[in-house]
């Protein structure tokens, strides 16, 4: 069974500086990553996600995520973070055979400081 | 409509009672998934059901919770005999069906037990 692991419940930026967030993945085999947001009062949207080919991958609002086998992990990050962009972000893994049944992280809460 | 639809948006109930919450998955979807959020913690997977496959019950946190889904379409969660620690927020989402297919979610029911 998959597993995924958000090591950080929340991180502070300043607005214009940039964003990491780590994501550390278990799984047997690749998986299928993604990222989602949870922004104030919003639904679970999609940033990006990556099945295979370049590691590096680009979402929407200006986010990107590369996957290392290496680390197992999925880090997303942002070159210049805006204050809109303050929200709870959630890493997943999807399983690429059985059940493939998608498995979040706890997710890391963004605070954006002006 | 073209999204995930959840009823009702908002539930309070008094402890002991039963109470039922209602997914609407987009159109053509074969899976529909389950996740509880509590404040403060990430997305809890409750149940994954996949077209006509046994659905996947091994999140439900215990024997009051059930899940079930007619006509591969609309899918029901029942809690019997509600304590305060099922306060929550209930969240159904939707996918085409493979590891890959990213979820589309609803905007959840919030519970909340008296």
């Known amino acids: 069974a998959q597993s995924v692991t958000q090591p950080d419940i929340h991180i502070t930026v300043s607005e214009g500086a940039s964003l990491e967030l780590r994501c550390n993945y278990s799984?047997?085999?690749?998986?299928?990553l993604f990222w989602y947001v949870q922004s104030p009062g919003q639904g679970l949207q999609l940033l990006l996600k990556?099945?295979?080919?370049?590691?590096l991958v680009q979402g929407i609002k200006g986010f990107e995520a590369e996957f290392k086998r290496s680390q197992s992990s999925f880090n997303l990050r942002k070159p210049s973070v805006h204050w809109s962009d303050a929200a709870e972000y959630f890493c997943?893994?999807?399983?690429?055979?059985?059940?493939?049944?998608?498995?979040f992280g706890a997710g890391t809460r963004l605070f954006v400081k002006a | 409509g073209a999204g995930v639809s959840q009823s009702p948006s908002n539930k309070v109930t008094e402890k002991g009672k039963d109470v039922e919450l209602r997914c609407d998955p987009i159109?053509?979807?074969?899976?529909l998934y389950w996740y509880r959020q509590s404040l403060g913690q990430g997305l809890e997977f409750l149940i994954y059901?996949?077209?006509?496959?046994?659905?996947?019950k091994s999140g439900l946190p215990s024997d009051r919770f059930s899940a079930e889904r007619t006509g591969g379409s609309v899918s029901t969660l029942t809690i019997q005999r509600t304590q305060q620690e099922d306060s929550a927020v209930y969240l159904c989402?939707?996918?085409?069906?493979?590891?890959?297919?990213?979820?589309?979610f609803g905007n959840g029911t919030r519970l909340t037990v008296t």
């Open positions: 799984y047997g085999a690749t998986p299928y």
């Open positions: 997943a893994v999807g399983a690429r055979g059985g059940g493939f049944k998608t498995i």
């Open positions: 059901f996949q077209g006509n496959s046994a659905p996947d």
């Open positions: 990556y099945f295979s080919g370049d590691t």
């Open positions: 989402a939707s996918s085409l069906g493979a590891g890959d297919s990213p979820l589309h």
């Open positions: 159109s053509g979807h074969t899976a």
